[in-house]
T-cell receptor
Framework: DAGVTQSPTHLIKTRGQQVTLRCSPI?????VSWYQQVLGQGPQFIFQ???????GRGNFPDRFSARQFPNYSSELNVNALLLGDSALYLC?????????????FGSGTRLTVV | GQSLEQPSEVTAVEGAIVQINCTYQ??????LSWYQQHDGGAPTFLSYNALDGLEETGRFSSFLSRSDSYGYLLLQELQMKDSASYFCAVPSGGYQKVTFGTGTKLQVIP
């Protein structure tokens, strides 16, 4: 079985541009969460989607948005990029609505804003 | 809100035992998780403690004391490949938000 897949793996954007990151959860998993990890820090929660509905949102500005598709894949969009958005963006999936038994993370998308 | 504190760095010798501590302050507590992350890699789930006590999985063990808002990860028979960052984390229960600690960078030396 394929794990959580994310694309692209690396991305360089200019300030003010927009970016779309993609994630496919493990087959059969209905929930996707997005995290931002700045170098040297722990992952920070951005969004959680379950059964195509937003179930949680972290403390991020409205420039960040996401959606989940009928096949449970997901996209994270960031508008008006800032230098501070440079980070590793992680997607995680879990089979049900509870997170108690651990996420499976994808390898992430390394976003660099110049 | 939720916050988790860990030592920033720990160095240990190959073959030895190391303990990584985590103290937390949460509004609502469901359990404590641990993740390992190698440089450039994704976090990998290691363990989850919902109840007080010690959980053992091979060379790794995790302990929780809910009354002390404290837990630790114990790594035995350290190997060079254990050099990584280790994060404690608390899930929020109904939603899948997980709050991660500050992370502990473990360096295993020969």
């Amino acid at each position: 079985d394929a794990g959580v897949t994310q694309s692209p793996t690396h991305l360089i954007k200019t300030r003010g541009q927009q970016v779309t990151l993609r994630c496919s959860p493990i087959s059969g998993h209905k929930s996707v969460s997005w995290y931002q990890q700045v170098l040297g820090q722990g992952p920070q929660f951005i969004f959680q989607y379950y059964e195509k509905e937003e179930r949680g949102r972290g403390n991020f500005p409205d420039r960040f948005s996401a959606r989940q598709f009928p096949n449970y894949s997901s996209e994270l969009n960031v508008n008006a990029l800032l230098l501070g958005d440079s980070a590793l963006y992680l997607c995680a999936s879990i089979s049900g609505g509870q997170s108690n038994y651990g996420y499976t993370f994808g390898s992430g998308t390394r976003l660099t804003v110049v | 809100g939720q916050s988790l504190e860990q030592p920033s760095e720990v160095t240990a010798v190959e073959g030895a035992i190391v303990q990584i501590n985590c103290t937390y302050q949460t509004s609502g507590f469901y359990g404590l998780s641990w993740y390992q992350q190698h440089d450039g890699g994704a976090p990998t789930f290691l363990s989850y403690n919902a109840l007080d006590g010690l959980e053992e999985t091979g060379r790794f063990s995790s302990f929780l004391s809910r009354s002390d808002s404290y837990g630790y990860l114990l790594l035995q028979e350290l190997q060079m490949k254990d050099s990584a960052s280790y994060f404690c984390a608390v899930p929020s229960g109904g939603y899948q938000k997980v709050t991660f600690g500050t992370g502990t960078k473990l360096q295993v030396i020969p």
